[in-house]
């Protein structure tokens, strides 16, 4: 079974600095998704990034970058110049692109965002 | 953009009676439906798979006689907590996969209390 790991349950850093905060994986499979998801206070997931691990390239999403290493299973998003608006859970998520595509979570980092 | 409406936002019901919590796609036609249940300040646990038109797939521990699924449209899908008791209180999120893509929409969640 795919699992998704994020060891760092709370993070903060100060307004305008960059923040890094790490997920790794499990799985067997060679083709597959993973995400970055917000949930802020209101609780509505909001999607921030997206990697096809096929692709060889990170992706980025103006302030939001991630560094993808298939090998090592790890899929880390930074966020470049934090905005209080950044303040929220984030989690790491995975699919496979076959069979029922069903999204794994990890365990969530909750990031603060200090003025 | 693709849309998922998620009703009630919140619901306080009795113990002993049902609830049910409704997940629409209103833009898009989602062959695929995820139900996820959150608890305070944890990550979402995946509870079933529903598809349209076929019997919804549970994870392991989800007691299915529960937590009736139906997904009788393509834009519909339904959780109904029967017999709800104060164990079941807890915020649940429907997450829509469009028919033909791999991109998840999720709803804004229903907070459930059972008194």
């Known amino acids: 079974a795919q699992t998704v790991t994020q060891s760092q349950p709370e993070m903060s850093v100060q307004e305008a600095e960059t923040v890094t905060l790490s997920c790794t994986y499990d799985t067997s499979e060679s083709d597959y998704y993973l995400f970055w998801y917000k949930q802020p206070p209101s609780r509505q997931m909001i999607l921030v990034i997206r990697?096809?691990?096929?692709?060889?390239q990170n992706a980025t999403e103006n302030r939001f970058s991630v560094n993808f290493q298939k090998a090592a299973k790890s899929f880390s998003l930074k966020i470049s110049d934090s905005q209080l608006g950044d303040a929220a859970m984030y989690f790491c998520a995975y699919s496979q692109v076959r069979g029922a595509q069903k999204l794994v979570f990890g365990q969530g980092t909750r990031l603060t965002i200090n003025p | 953009g693709a849309v998922v409406s998620q009703h009630p936002s919140w619901v306080i019901c009795k113990s002993g009676t049902s609830v049910k919590i409704e997940c629409r796609s209103l833009?898009?036609?989602?062959?695929?439906m995820f139900w996820y249940r959150q608890f305070p300040k944890q990550s979402l646990m995946l509870m079933a798979t529903s598809n349209e038109g076929s019997k919804a797939t549970y994870e392991q521990g989800v007691e299915k006689d529960k937590f009736l699924i139906n997904h009788a449209s393509l834009t519909l899908s339904t959780l109904t907590v029967t017999s709800a008791h104060p164990e079941d209180s807890s915020f649940y999120i429907c997450s829509a996969r469009k028919t033909g893509g791999h991109g998840y929409t999720f709803g804004s969640g229903t907070r459930l209390t059972v008194v």
């Open positions: 990697q096809e691990a096929y692709k060889q």
């Open positions: 833009d898009f036609q989602a062959t695929t």
